[in-house]
């Protein structure tokens, strides 16, 4: 970087903006100037994977995707589909920076900049179809003529999380979007700022978006301006002490920063509220020079003036371990609330994350750390941050339902941390300085463990009336299984299945799924005759005799060797486009006054699909929605009624 950046992105830009509850400069510094280590996380894995799915559909149109994925197929726009001169009318994973004709980056050309410096990164979707596709407003459906549509993927832990249509117009990064489309675009007039939204838990799915001008855009994109000369001069500091920081960015999305390790900012928004602005300045010099010698205690000296800390000196009399300040301020929460800062630190070591707080419980919290509360309260994080409470009591009665509703052991107590041993200090002469002492908190109490909190657990949580356990699980009963991924479907073991149903057949309850076997029925060389044609068929794969039948299960799954049915069907598609003289072999992409337009090439494939017919086997067909799925199903549905072929129909 040589004290000037080269360029900015959508998340540096985000990470640098002081004004952003999540948002801190001297993060930034850490990151791009110091390179330090910041770990990709879960949630950021997940969130890649879910993008390259949806990214291999809109490029394919192979709708091989998760259960997530696949809960929003009705707002990602149709795949892509390209004109006679090769020119595609969507692009996916779109550059913001052009790529020249040999391969290196243009980044000198790039069309959108924030205070001279190139704007980087990738746009998930963009398109000028005209079509705003899986919006709540169906009055919105249909874009004004010269909208371009900008989308971003968003997998989020819960739906709260989410940006309102407005607010997307104070996101740097759809901002920047914007710049781009007005920069690239000429005709461009409006465009369609959008979010795709797949939450883990709550509702499906859904879409929030908002349509802007370019002047609209322009005057958003000021901000940026901003916060890109202020990381001008945050990369020409060395000393990230005098690199404006956030501290409302200490513990942001759930966790603690993760700079904070090396960042003073945190420790210095604790000790102020302790010992003032000064106190905590002179104290945080002190703490990151050299340490003494071991056994040299560090003892805070006050002067005559009230409440100031006027000097660090060290004590040559060897009497214990040092007073850090991360020990003072873990002291000074103690000293204000034993008994909760015991239950608080019990929790943490669960390592479950924290629950939200309201009301009583949310301003014990803040009085405990010396904090004022948020009239929100407190976010909660980890998998405890779908539960809240709102009163003080309710910290103990957590403690006890957290190891029984993660079924995890209890663990010992951990009570607030004592004073270290000091010697006690000769009487002060007159004028002198006097030491401090902090003082040691009472020992807290184990805390007691009550009984279910009806306002505490989460909704999925068992019945309040007894105590909450985690009940074993029933062996599962199956039949035809539905898969989640081809690859799941793929790995299910015939073995395990026939045992499952074995087990189930011998429960003396009444069950869903596959009847019983006759045991008096005749057998084939050794093994019971099937009592149904997929029985029968299964038999026969399972045996291994070459006269199988030819089994489609659609949606489903057999319990015996199978493959994937979609590659015939692409083969069948292009071999029928090839011969209509369609558009890359697709006749999905033929002239709308040809023999193949206006959806007419439906029932043209679904008649080549007929008269080609099915080798014998047993074959799959998941995932099948949409229109070439369908010209599929008719296909096969009429090779089933001719007797040609069995059909398995999976539901759910």
Request: aromatic share 6%; hydrophobic share 40%; proline share 10%.
């Amino acid at each position: 970087m040589n004290g000037e950046p080269r360029f900015v992105s959508s998340s540096s830009l985000a990470l640098a903006d002081n004004s952003s509850p999540q948002g801190c400069n001297r993060a930034w510094w850490y990151k791009y100037v110091q390179h330090a280590e910041d770990e990709q996380t879960e949630a950021q894995r997940k969130g890649i994977e879910l993008h390259a799915e949806i990214e291999r559909y809109l490029e394919t149109g192979i709708a091989s995707l998760s259960p997530l994925a696949q809960a929003g197929r009705h707002m990602m726009p149709d795949p892509v589909r390209y004109d006679l001169n090769g020119k595609p009318d969507l692009h996916v994973e779109l550059d913001l920076v052009p790529v020249m004709p040999d391969g290196s980056s243009g980044l000198h050309l790039a069309p959108v900049r924030a205070d001279g410096l190139p704007f980087v990164g990738w746009i998930d979707v963009l398109h000028e179809r005209g079509i705003n596709k899986g919006y709540g407003d169906i009055t919105q459906t249909i874009d004004p003529p010269g909208t371009v549509e900008v989308i971003d993927w968003k997998r989020v832990k819960d739906a709260k999380y989410a940006k309102r249509d407005r607010e997307l117009l104070e996101l740097i990064q759809m901002v920047g979007y914007g710049k781009y489309v007005f920069a690239t675009r000429p005709h461009a007039k409006r465009v369609r700022l959008s979010h795709g939204y797949f939450p883990q838990k709550g509702p499906r799915p859904f879409k929030t978006s908002v349509l802007a001008d370019s002047a609209t855009i322009d005057a958003k994109w000021e901000h940026a301006n901003r916060v890109a000369r202020s990381i001008r001069e945050a990369a020409k500091e060395t000393n990230p002490d005098r690199v404006p920081a956030n501290t409302r960015a200490c513990f942001r999305y759930g966790k603690d920063c993760p700079f904070r390790k090396d960042c003073t900012a945190g420790m210095h928004n604790s000790l102020a509220d302790l010992l003032g602005e000064t106190a905590a300045d002179e104290l945080l010099v002190q703490i990151r020079r050299p340490q003494p010698p071991p056994g040299v205690q560090m003892t805070l000296v006050q002067t005559t003036t009230e409440g100031a800390l006027s000097g660090i000196l060290g004590d040559p009399t060897p009497t214990g371990p040092s007073l850090t300040a991360e020990a003072l301020a873990e002291q000074e929460m103690a000293a204000r609330d034993p008994a909760l800062f015991a239950v608080y630190q019990n929790i943490l070591a669960y390592g479950k994350g924290m629950v939200c707080l309201g009301g009583e419980a949310a301003a014990a919290y803040a009085r405990m750390k010396n904090i004022q509360a948020p009239e929100a309260g407190f976010a909660g994080s980890g998998d405890l941050g779908k539960w809240t409470i709102t009163k003080r009591a309710q910290f103990d009665g957590l403690l006890g339902e957290i190891p029984k509703y993660f079924n995890l052991p209890v663990i010992a107590p951990v009570t607030a941390p004592a004073a270290p041993a000091a010697a006690a200090p000769p009487p002060a002469a007159s004028g002198t300085a006097t030491p401090v002492q902090v003082a040691a908190p009472p020992p807290a109490a184990t805390p007691a463990v009550t009984g279910a909190l009806p306002d505490l657990l989460p909704p999925d949580a068992p019945p309040q009336t007894k105590p909450v356990t985690t009940p074993p699980a029933e062996a599962p009963i199956v039949t035809v299984a539905i898969p989640t991924t081809p690859e799941q479907a793929q790995a299910m073991n015939a073995a395990a299945i026939a045992a499952t149903t074995a087990q189930a057949d011998a429960a003396p309850r009444a069950r869903r799924g596959r009847p019983k076997k006759n045991q008096n029925q005749p057998t084939v060389g050794g093994t019971a005759a099937a009592s149904t044609p997929v029985q029968a068929a299964e038999t026969q794969a399972s045996t291994g005799d070459d006269n199988a039948q030819t089994v489609v299960y659609v949606n489903a799954v057999p319990s015996c060797k199978s493959e994937s049915l979609w590659p015939k069907v692409y083969e069948l598609l292009h071999a029928l486009g090839a011969k209509t003289g369609s558009p890359a072999d697709d006749p999905r992409l033929a002239d709308p006054e040809s023999k193949m337009g206006y959806g007419r090439w439906k029932a043209t494939l679904a008649a080549y699909m007929v008269e080609a017919g099915i080798p014998p086997g047993h074959w799959t067909l998941d995932n099948a929605y949409g229109d070439l799925a369908q010209a599929a199903v008719e296909a096969y549905r009429e090779l089933a009624l001719n007797g040609d072929i069995i059909m398995v129909w999976g539901t759910r």
